[in-house]
C-alpha cells in the first residue's frame, strides 16, 4: 500500500471515526483504524472503525500508487495529523509497519494485519428509507441529554426512536426525567416502526453528516444503519422493551406557569454555583406572578432570586434537580416555558408556552424529596 491524501481530509476523517475506538478493549485490533486504498473512481481510501456495537466508514480521495489495507492506531496516527503541516501526506506499508511522510517530516508507526479486524457489517440499502439531517439533528440534541447511565438498565441507554409514515419521534429518560420531541414529516414507511438506538450511534450521525443534506435509513430485528454519501454507520440497536413513558406524563395540571426561557435558565446557572454537586438541588416556590429561586448547601452557602411569572394559583413549593431544569431550557425553541403541575410531590410537565405546529416538544422531570 502507498497512497498520498489531502491532510485535512485525512485529519477530517481520523477524527470522525475517532470517537468509535474503544479506550477499553481485549481485542488490540480495535485501538486501531482499518485504512483500504483503491484505484477504482479516480483513487480513494476507505478508513473504518468499529467498536462492535457500532461500525464507521468514511471514504476520501486519493492518490494511490499500490493498493493494500493496513490497521493504523487511532490515537497516534490523529495526533500526528494534527500537528503536521498543511502538506499532502503519505502512508506507505513497509513490511509490518506503516510510514507516514508529510513535508520534511518522518513517522514510522506499529500496524496489525487486515486479517485482524473485524469484518465491516454488510448490508443492501435497497428500501431504505429518507430523513432530512436537519430534522434528525433536532430530534437527537432535543432527547439524548436525558437517556440514563445505569449499567443494570441498559434499554434506558438507549433513545427510543418512533417512526411513522406522517411523524417521527424520539424520546428518552433515565427514570428522574424523561424528554419527547415529535415532527410531522412523510416518510416512506409502510408501518409503524419503534428501535432503541444507542445515542453515540445518532449523535455521531448528527456530527458528520451535511446540514441540509438526506441520509438513508434502513433497520432490521438487530440493527440500524445510516448512509450519506461516502459515509457510511452501523449499530446494533439495544434489545429488550423500552418502558410504557407514556403512563408517566402528567397530563391533568391544576396549577400552570408561564415564565420566561431565558430569565429561567440565568438564574438556575446562578443557583447551581452554591448547590449541592451531587443532588443540584434546588428550590422552585411559585406564588402570584412570581417564582422564588433559593438554594442552601451546608458548606457552600445560599443564594436566592426572584422572577416574574404568569402565574396565579396557590403556593407551591418544589425541589428538583437544577441541572435538569437548565437542560430542558436549552431546546426550548418558545421564548417562553409552560410548567404545568400538581403537587409538591409529583413531576412536572414542561412544554413551549407557544407550540409549532409541525413538532411537539415536551419533559418530564421529577421532584427531589426535601430529605435529599
Known amino acids: 500500500m502507498k497512497i498520498s491524501v489531502v491532510k485535512n481530509n485525512f485529519l477530517h476523517a481520523v477524527s470522525a471515526l ?6 477499553k478493549s481485549t481485542i488490540p485490533a480495535l485501538y486501531n483504524i482499518l485504512l483500504e486504498a483503491s484505484s477504482d473512481d479516480g483513487g480513494s481510501l476507505k478508513l473504518i472503525a468499529t467498536d462492535l456495537d457500532i461500525s464507521l466508514s468514511q471514504k476520501i480521495k486519493a492518490t494511490v500508487e499500490q493498493e493494500g489495507a493496513i490497521t493504523i492506531t487511532a490515537k497516534k496516527l490523529g495526533e500526528i495529523l494534527r ?98 420531541m415529535s415532527c410531522l414529516t412523510e416518510l416512506k414507511v409502510d408501518q409503524a416502526i419503534n428501535v432503541v438506538v444507542p445515542p453515540k450511534a445518532l449523535e455521531i ?26 459515509t457510511v454507520i452501523f449499530s446494533r440497536l439495544i434489545d429488550g422493551n423500552y418502558p410504557n413513558y407514556e403512563q408517566v406524563i402528567p397530563l391533568h395540571n391544576k396549577q400552570i406557569a408561564i ?59 418544589i425541589y428538583f434537580n437544577g441541572s435538569y431544569l437548565i437542560d430542558m431550557l436549552k431546546y426550548n425553541e418558545s421564548d417562553q416555558v409552560k410548567i404545568c403541575m400538581q403537587t409538591s410531590e409529583s413531576g412536572i410537565l414542561a412544554v413551549p408556552a407557544v407550540e409549532n405546529e409541525k413538532q411537539r416538544y415536551l419533559n418530564v422531570i421529577m421532584p427531589l424529596k426535601v430529605t435529599e
Open 259 to 317: 415564565i420566561d426561557s431565558e430569565k429561567m435558565s440565568e438564574a438556575l446557572r446562578r443557583m447551581l454555583i452554591l448547590a449541592n454537586t451531587v443532588t443540584h438541588r434546588v428550590s422552585l416556590k411559585f406564588s402570584e406572578n412570581s417564582v422564588n429561586l433559593s438554594v442552601r448547601t451546608e458548606d457552600l452557602g445560599e443564594g436566592e432570586e426572584t422572577i416574574d411569572a404568569d402565574y396565579q394559583g396557590d403556593s407551591l413549593e
Open 205 to 230: 450521525v448528527e456530527k458528520l453528516c451535511t446540514q441540509d443534506g438526506e441520509v438513508e435509513v434502513v433497520i432490521d430485528e438487530n440493527h440500524l444503519g445510516i448512509r450519506e454519501g461516502d
Open 18 to 23: 475517532s470517537p468509535i475506538v474503544p479506550t
Open 83 to 180: 500537528e503536521l503541516p498543511d502538506s499532502p501526506v503519505g502512508i506507505e506499508q513497509v513490511d509490518e509497519k506503516v510510514k507516514i511522510t508529510c513535508a520534511k517530516s518522518n513517522f514510522i508507526l506499529p500496524s496489525l494485519p487486515r486479517s485482524d479486524y473485524p469484518v465491516f457489517p454488510t448490508k443492501s440499502f435497497e428500501g431504505a428509507f429518507k430523513v432530512s439531517n436537519q430534522l434528525l439533528r433536532k430530534l437527537v440534541n432535543a432527547t439524548s441529554f436525558a437517556t440514563g447511565r445505569d449499567e443494570e438498565r441498559q434499554i434506558l441507554k438507549g433513545l427510543l426512536w418512533e417512526i411513522k409514515p406522517d411523524e417521527m419521534s424520539m424520546v428518552s429518560t433515565n427514570g428522574h426525567r424523561l424528554a419527547k
